[in-house]
C-alpha cells in the first residue's frame, strides 16, 4: 500500500518562506515524474510544479515561477517544493504527487495535470497572512 506523506506546511507572513517535505513508503521515487499541487477553499486543485525522474528539468505554473523550487533526493525517497516570497493568495494545502507510469515522458511546458497524478499524499495546509 503506497502512503505519501507531507510535512513543512503553517503558518508564516506574506514575504516569508516555507520548504515542503513528501517521502512515502509502498513506493519509490526513483524514475517517477512527481509533482507538487495545491488546493484552496473553493478552487480547483492546481499544479504547481513538477519534476523529471532525473531531477534536471522541471516544470512550474506561471503562479510559481521565479518563487518556487521543486527538487528531490531519491536516495532518501523525498520531494521538495522550497517557497519564498510568499503570498496571501498561496494559501492552500498542498499534496505531493507521483506518476504512475515509470518512464514516462516529461514536459517543461505543459500544463501540470492532477489526471496524470496516481499517488498522493494527505496534504499539508500553507496560510500566508498578510
Known amino acids: 500500500q503506497v502512503q505519501m506523506v507531507e510535512s513543512g506546511g503553517g503558518l508564516v507572513q506574506a514575504g516569508g518562506s516555507l520548504r515542503l517535505s513528501c517521502t512515502a513508503s509502498g513506493l519509490t521515487f526513483r524514475g517517477v515524474i512527481m509533482g507538487w499541487f495545491r488546493q484552496a477553499p473553493g478552487k480547483e486543485r492546481e499544479g504547481v510544479a513538477s519534476?523529471?525522474?532525473?531531477?534536471?528539468?522541471?516544470n512550474y505554473a506561471d503562479s510559481a515561477e521565479g518563487r518556487f523550487t521543486i527538487s528531490r533526493y531519491d536516495g532518501k525517497n523525498a520531494l521538495y517544493l522550497q517557497m519564498t516570497s510568499l503570498k496571501p493568495e498561496d494559501t492552500a494545502v498542498y499534496y505531493c504527487?507521483?506518476?504512475?507510469?515509470?518512464?514516462?515522458?516529461?514536459?517543461?511546458?505543459?500544463?501540470?495535470?492532477?489526471?496524470?497524478?496516481?499517488?498522493w499524499g494527505q496534504g499539508t495546509q500553507v496560510t500566508v497572512s498578510s
Open positions: 504527487a507521483a506518476r504512475t507510469d515509470r518512464g514516462g515522458i516529461f514536459s517543461i511546458t505543459a500544463p501540470i495535470k492532477s489526471a496524470d497524478f496516481g499517488y
Open positions: 519534476i523529471s525522474p532525473d531531477g534536471d528539468d522541471t
